[in-house]
Structures are given as structure tokens and as C-alpha cells.
């Protein structure tokens, strides 16, 4: 479909309005600050949580969208509890004299390390576990060690994320691996805790938590995550001597709960059974503020509906902004999401989510069944030349985890893309807060999603 010159200069135009409505008016920096500032970390099933979900159905609701509503989805809930206390302890030999007389008169050191229980771990409680640490390069290197040298041990995954990849996603996606299935590998060996290293690329003292997945089959033991810069330490240490580990956390898996996705919709004056989805997920780690994951993607939603509305513009079809819940631990949220719309009959002409940061904008990458896809990206790429004005691609690639689900409807998924050098700095740490985002740039994020919002409305996908 090559848009007539005449309808590319309408778009062109109505683009640039949209632009201009957003660095002007938009509101999403403020609302960021609300979401991450006063509300604070929103991991599914806390009262933090519940009060986003209020604050985003109301912010619906003020916005007078024609339809608001909440839709339940079952959440696991995992409580951190008291701070963790993970030590590790070592001898240092003496230098000169005692190496000479070979004595075992060493000095004890020891540091306290900044760690952060992972997503879903059991807690030591207050008698804690301790023992020699043991570091791996990789889940199959425990294969190949087994219980003879595994059984009783700490396991320190120290596997880095690949600093040469371009994407930082690409890196973060090669290295993850050992945060999610470490534990239950580890333990499979008779391990009895295991330490990841952060998954970031910045050296720095910031541990990052994050989901981890248990192995029904095995033993349940703790996992946490400990900062870059402790990490090369600890490697350090365990080139020269053995270093043992005492590790306190007090995190606890509670029964299911149920939260709640937050939806808004416009209707669609011609089309209005192809719905053009737009969201991020609500939920956040309970550390830090869940600023750029994914307060960012929420804010970058709203303010898709609140520009069209302010432009006046009257969409052809419908307009659906969804607060996702409990992307981070479970994906309750998109899997209820999903399901009720295929009940329903739904049909899902194209869904966006902005789940990768409030950072500059580089582009949008699409995906959709193999049957439908290729009829789709030819539609998709012809609004290429309206975005080259403001540096934004279209390619294929990924879309988010929270509207995958929806792929069985034919329909296109896409996933906004910005700059992800810096993305992984502040992921599920203490320090994704909206002192991390530029507002300019997360004004620019919104401006491109509703752009594409608006160019999809108008012109359809097929
Ligand atoms: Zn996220």
C-alpha cells in the first residue's frame, strides 16, 4: 500500500501536530513521577500495586474515555521481608612471616556484600545458611561438576552479559538464563544457596533483582543477586583462597491473589470491532520506583488517548490503552488478558507495548504469525518515510511479553524500541526511579507511539 503523496502530507502534517501536543502538553513525565515518586516499587499483589491500579482507572475515568474497567487475573504474591545480609569470609595469608614458618595463622577478612533476594526465592529466615562458595561460568557447567563438588557448596553464577552485543536486550537475553534457572540447577546437586551476578553491563554496586522460576523437582534453595562490582571482587578472591558465604533473607511466598489489569477505551466511529492496543505493564520490583519498567510504558499509553483527544481526533477504530499486571513474576495479566478477549471474539488488529524504557526513541519492531506477517510488514514499513523525520525505523523483531499472548489472533504485535544502551544501568534495581528519565525523552517515546497509533488507525494494516 504506497500512500498517496496527498494523504502523505496529511499525515506528515497530523504527525507533526501530535509532536507538538506532547513536548507541549503531554503529561506523562508528571504522571511518572506519581507512579514511581509517590506510589513507589508495584510488584503484583502489594498494596503499592492496588493503589496504581486505582490511580491509573481513575486517571481513565478523568480522561473520559468511553469505556473504563478493571479485569481480574490471579497474581502470586512474594514478600520480601527485612533487608538481606549476605557476608562473605575469607583468610588472607600474612605476608612474609607466616608463609615462611607456613603457619595457618591467617588473618580473617570479611565484607558485606549489596545483594538483593531474587523474584520468588525462599527465605533462610533469621538462622540463615552458610558454607564455601563455588563459582560457575554457566547452568551446564554444574552438569558437568555434579554432587561431588557441588553438594553443600554456594554457587556463584558469575556469567557476564556480552558488553559487544549492539542490543543491549541481546546481551541481558544471553546471560539471564542463570538468574532464572540457576537455583533449581544448583540445587539439583545438593547446593544450598546460590549467588547470581547482576544482570547489567554498568560496573557498579547496585544488585538487580528479577524473576527466578523453581524446579518442582528439587530441593527449594535461596537465591540472590549481588552487584557487578562485588561479584569481580568475590572472582578475585576465589583465584587466591576459598571464601565462605553466610547469607540472611527473609522473602516468602504467599497464596495467589487477585489483582487487576486497568483498561480504557475509545471507540472506533467506522471500524469499531479492530482494536489497535497500546500499553506496559503496572507492575514493578519492589525495589526502586519501576520507572523506565515499566511506569514508562503506562505514561507512554495514557498519553497516546490524552493527545489524539486533544487533537480532537476521531478514531476509525477502536483504542485500547491497557495497564498490564504482573508482567515481571507470572505475566497473570496478558495470559487474562488474552484469554477473555479470544472468549469474547475479540479481534486485535494491532497491539503495542513500550516496555523497553523511557528512553529516546529509535523505532518499533513487529512480529505476527508466519500466515499474516508478510502482508502486514509491507503495510507497516510504507509508513517508513513519515518517521524519518524523526530518526525511527521500522523493522521486524519482537513486540512485549505482555501482549504475545494475543499473536493467535492474526493480528500485528509490535514493540516500541528505544535506545537501550542505558536500560539494564537502572533495571530492577533501587535506582529506577524518575531521576533516571529524561522528560523530553519520554515525551519523545509518546509522541512516536501515538503516531503509529494514529498512521495504523487511518490507514489499517491490510
Ligand atoms: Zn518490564
Avoid at 224 to 236: E, F, P
Avoid at 391 to 419: C, E, H, R, T, V
Amino acid at each position: 500500500m504506497a500512500l498517496p503523496i496527498t494523504a502523505q502530507d496529511e499525515d506528515a502534517f497530523f504527525i507533526k501536530k501530535i509532536y507538538n501536543a506532547t513536548l507541549q502538553n503531554g503529561k506523562c513525565y508528571e504522571r511518572l513521577t506519581h507512579l514511581s515518586e509517590e506510589i513507589g516499587g508495584r510488584l503484583a499483589g502489594s498494596v503499592e500495586a492496588q493503589t496504581a491500579v486505582e490511580y491509573t482507572h481513575d486517571l481513565m475515568v478523568d480522561m473520559e474515555m468511553d469505556s473504563v474497567w478493571y479485569q481480574a487475573c490471579e497474581v502470586p504474591v512474594w514478600k520480601r521481608g527485612k533487608e538481606e545480609e549476605v557476608i562473605i569470609h575469607w583468610r588472607k595469608p600474612k605476608p612474609n612471616k607466616s608463609k615462611i614458618l607456613n603457619t595457618p595463622n591467617r588473618k580473617e577478612q570479611h565484607k558485606t556484600l549489596n545483594a538483593l533476594s531474587l523474584g520468588n526465592t525462599i527465605g533462610t529466615g533469621p538462622s540463615g545458611v552458610e558454607g564455601d562458595i563455588i563459582e560457575v561460568y554457566d547452568l551446564d557447567t554444574l552438569d558437568k561438576m555434579g554432587a561431588a563438588l557441588l553438594k553443600d557448596k554456594i554457587v556463584f553464577f558469575n556469567r557476564p552479559m556480552d558488553p559487544s552485543q549492539i542490543s543491549t536486550f541481546s546481551a541481558y537475553g544471553g546471560a539471564v538464563d542463570q538468574r532464572v534457572y540457576g537455583a533449581s540447577r544448583a540445587a539439583k546437586y545438593g547446593a544450598k544457596a546460590v549467588l547470581v551476578r547482576s544482570m547489567t553491563l554498568a560496573q557498579d554496586d547496585n544488585p538487580h533483582t528479577g524473576v527466578s522460576v523453581y524446579d518442582e523437582a528439587y530441593p527449594k534453595i535461596p537465591a540472590l543477586a549481588i552487584s557487578t562490582n562485588d561479584a569481580n571482587q568475590l572472582s578475585n578472591l576465589l583465584k587466591d583462597q576459598p571464601v565462605n558465604v553466610s547469607i540472611k533473607n527473609y522473602s516468602k511466598n504467599l497464596p495467589p491473589a487477585t489483582s487487576y489489569n486497568v483498561i480504557g477505551e475509545i471507540k472506533g466511529e467506522e471500524f469499531p470491532n479492530e482494536i489497535i492496543l497500546v500499553g506496559g505493564h503496572l507492575d514493578s520490583w519492589d525495589v526502586g520506583g519501576g520507572a523506565h519498567d515499566d511506569g514508562a510504558g503506562c505514561v507512554h499509553s495514557l498519553d497516546v488517548i490524552e493527545i489524539l483527544q486533544l487533537l480532537d481526533y476521531k478514531p476509525k477504530r477502536t483504542i485500547r490503552c491497557v495497564m498490564f499486571m504482573n508482567e515481571e513474576n507470572g505475566l497473570g495479566g496478558g495470559k487474562a488478558y488474552a484469554n477473555e478477549s479470544n472468549a469474547k471474539g475479540e479481534y486485535h488488529l494491532a497491539a503495542i507495548e513500550s516496555d523497553s524504557g523511557g528512553f529516546t526513541p529509535r523505532g518499533f519492531t513487529c512480529t505476527a504469525e508466519d500466515e499474516v506477517f508478510k502482508d502486514f510488514f509491507i503495510n507497516f514499513t510504507s509508513f517508513g518515510d513519515l518517521f524519518s523525520p524523526y530518526s525511527l525505523y521500522l523493522k521486524q523483531g519482537g513486540s512485549g511479553a505482555d501482549i504475545n499472548p494475543l499473536k493467535s489472533q492474526k493480528g500485528l504485535l509490535i514493540g516500541f524500541k528505544p535506545d537501550s544502551q542505558r536500560y539494564f544501568d537502572y533495571h530492577h534495581t533501587a535506582v529506577d526511579r524518575i531521576d533516571a528519565v529524561n522528560e523530553r525523552e519520554l515525551k519523545m517515546g509518546a509522541a512516536a507511539i501515538t503516531s503509529l497509533v494514529y498512521l495504523i488507525d487511518q490507514h489499517g494494516l491490510r
